[in-house]
């Protein structure tokens, strides 16, 4: 599967921002998706994943009252919903597909295939 993270952009504190992930390719229902994020200077990060059919939904403690993540199998897309943006979210954010429906959804090895990222900045 190929994807392409899009929706990036300089926003102000408290703003939000809408991140869409389009993959192409076979079956996307079959794929644990995934978003990550790199601060400047800092490790990649875990930002949010969600299950094939998106039942379920895992967030970053830290994130959790200000984004969310979202899929359309149909549409072939996943989405990241970021509310309340602080300049501390800047950072390039990746999207992911883990072929496998176990395992640690917050590690990022477990992620097969990987978008180009969408840098999002936050200004104060």
């Known amino acids: 599967v190929q994807l392409q993270a899009s929706g990036g952009g300089l926003v102000q504190a408290g703003g939000s921002l809408r991140l869409s992930c389009a993959a192409s390719?076979?079956?996307?229902?079959?794929?644990?998706m995934g978003w990550f994020r790199q601060p400047p200077g800092k490790e990649r990060e875990f930002v949010a994943a969600i299950s094939r059919a998106g039942g379920s939904l895992y967030i970053a403690d830290f994130m959790k009252a200000r984004f969310t993540i979202s899929r359309d199998n149909a549409a072939n897309a996943v989405y990241l919903q970021m509310n309340s943006l602080r300049p501390e979210d800047t950072a390039v954010y990746y999207c992911?597909?883990?072929?496998?429906?176990?395992?640690?959804?917050?590690?990022?090895?477990?992620?097969?295939?990987w978008g180009q990222g969408t840098l999002v900045t936050v200004s104060s």
């Open positions: 390719g076979r079956a996307f229902s079959t794929y644990r």
């Open positions: 992911a597909a883990d072929p496998q429906s176990g395992g640690s959804y917050w590690r990022a090895l477990e992620y097969d295939y």
